[in-house]
């Protein structure tokens, strides 16, 4: 990890003991936030924190020292994590993430993840990128199925890399949503960032990062519920992005409990949301690479219930 980490404290945390904040802001457990208390590597306000019970208040500025904390544990491979895999070569693949599948490891989750999956099958890229989540290049959400694609030695990993911080691959995402956009096809381009009442949540915020997403109306549905079925692509990679950007239009995506997609009429197992189609230039022989994957199980059932 690098550091520092400097917040400003929001009003949905204001009270909030300072070890919880820490915990939810640097996105480490709270026994690692508290070793960082007890070493002194927190300030509020340019003051030492001295005790995890302290209490925060709105519009103080946290500082988090986060390259003290300890390095974390490194991934091991877990053959009994599923991998399906659309492509493979020497330098990439590319997998279908079923839905509920964290892509690697992190604060609340050590083990489990896709990225145990893969070093059971590519023992190789455990030295490839970053230690923590070795040949992860992009990420999906937990509860968002689809279309991602790994690297497996460093050359790859750099060239995806550089492609993806150039916006040379295609991402096209299908997003069933509340009630039917005003323009059939268009452009959210919103900045995003931590929301301000929500901190564990995204919101479109000024001073936030930029963030462009275009859409495309392919379905209007009327029957049991008012909804639409989008094409959506990332032109950049946010966390949470299509999600965030589909709710500040007034249009969340169905199932999204932490966007405003949680309501009754049509009965979902997940949000839907799916990462049907990935192109991209191969990192090392640049012949161009296209892959689609169809809507899973889960969530055909849903698409066929609507008229």
Not at 24 to 44: D, M, P
Not at 176 to 193: F, M, Q, R, T
Request: proline share 8%; with cysteine; glycine share 10%.
């Amino acid at each position: 990890m690098s550091g520092p980490l400097v917040e400003l404290i929001p009003e949905a945390l204001d009270g909030e003991r300072v070890d919880r904040v820490v915990s939810l802001l640097a996105g480490c457990s709270r026994s690692e936030a508290a070793t960082l208390v007890t070493a002194g590597a927190v300030t509020l306000d340019e003051g030492v924190v001295t005790a995890g019970k302290q209490r925060v208040q709105a519009g103080q500025t946290l500082s988090v020292d986060v390259a003290r904390l300890p390095e974390p544990v490194l991934p091991a491979p877990d053959p009994t994590i599923p991998v399906a895999v659309v492509h493979e070569d020497v330098d990439v693949v590319v997998v279908d993430k079923p839905a509920g599948l964290v892509v690697h490891p992190g604060a609340g989750q050590a083990d489990g993840t896709l990225v145990n999956g893969l070093l059971a099958r590519y023992p190789e890229m455990a030295d490839v990128g970053e230690p923590h989540r070795p040949g992860i290049v992009h990420r999906l959400d937990r509860d968002t199925s689809g279309l991602l694609v790994a690297a497996r030695t460093p050359e790859a990993y750099l060239g995806l890399v550089e492609a993806l911080s150039y916006r040379r691959v295609t991402r096209r995402y299908q997003a069933l949503v509340w009630g039917v956009p005003e323009a059939a096809h268009g452009i959210v381009d919103a900045p995003i960032g931590r929301s301000p009442r929500h901190p564990t949540r995204m919101a479109v915020v000024a001073g936030g990062k930029e963030a462009r997403t275009r859409y495309e109306v392919r379905d209007r549905y009327r029957e049991p519920v008012v909804c639409s079925l989008l094409d959506c692509q990332l032109e950049t990679g946010r966390t949470h992005q299509i999600r965030v950007h589909l709710a500040s239009l007034g249009h969340p995506v169905v199932g999204d409990r932490d966007y405003g997609g949680a309501r009754d009429g049509l009965d979902v197992p997940r949000m839907v949301l799916h990462a049907g189609h990935l192109a991209f230039a191969h990192p090392v022989s640049r012949q161009p690479l296209a892959f689609t994957a169809p809507i899973p199980a889960d969530l055909a059932p849903v698409l066929a219930s609507l008229r």
